[in-house]
């Protein structure tokens, strides 16, 4: 995915959309693929939330994708939705965390 927020002051309208988006398909259908919901998590927090430039990235525009205020709550809120009465998406959050 292209990242369009350059920084914190740009809203990316398709990326808040499709956040929303998804939020609302996986509140409305409960049968949730544990593999797709382990790659999604992944994603959220990975390379929405949390992802930090290291020594071997060679681009030199390694950043989250979610900058905005508003995308960022978009994305903790999903985030939170997957892990709401979910203990296995809360340890995957949990186990990722504690590797930063």
Known sequence: MKIYEKHHKIFDIVLHGILTLIKALFTRYSHKNQGV??????????????????????????SPKCKSEGNRNAAFDLLFSLCHDSEKNMALVYEYLMGL
């Open 37 to 62: 919901l382990d790659k999604l998590i992944r994603y959220l927090i990975h390379d929405c939330l949390f992802e930090i430039p290291s020594k071997h990235d060679n681009q030199k525009t390694v």
